[in-house]
């Protein structure tokens, strides 16, 4: 079964950093590597935002205008896991963030950065921004 696990959030201040990784495991077809992978998050009582997404060979990238300059999306595919670099984070960068993959290759990049593009989804790991 395919599976999708996030890791590395925590408690950081403003203006720190954030490494979040995300291991996908158990994708179907002969090619495992070819999926887009995304990153999203939720601050309580706010919509879910799409803030970055990633080709399968991570030679395309595209960042929501909120994060760009300060986050980056990189993957390792010999690893199976994409990782997100949070810089300069600002207590609105708080929430739970999710990592989603699409394998039918759909998310092209007008579209990677909605959620209704992913059928796989994590459980979420929490980043809080606070003094």
């Known amino acids: 079964q395919l599976q999708v696990v996030e890791s590395g959030g925590g408690l950081v201040q403003p203006g720190g950093s954030l490494r979040l990784a995300c291991a996908v495991s158990g994708v179907p077809g002969f090619n495992s590597d070819y999926y887009v992978v995304t990153w999203f998050r939720q601050a309580p009582g706010k919509e879910r935002e799409g803030i970055s997404c990633?080709?399968?060979?991570?030679?395309?990238?595209r960042y929501a205008d909120s994060v760009n300059g300060r986050f980056t999306i990189s993957r390792d595919n010999a690893k199976g896991t994409v990782y997100l670099q949070l810089n300069a984070l600002k207590p609105e960068d708080a929430g739970v963030y999710y990592c989603?993959?699409?394998?039918?290759?759909?998310?092209?990049?007008?579209?990677?950065?909605?959620?209704?593009?992913?059928?796989?989804w994590g459980q979420g790991t929490q980043v809080t921004v606070s003094s």
């Open positions: 990633i080709s399968s060979t991570g030679g395309s990238t």
């Open positions: 989603a993959v699409d394998i039918y290759l759909t998310a092209v990049p007008e579209m990677c950065l909605d959620p209704k593009e992913y059928d796989y």
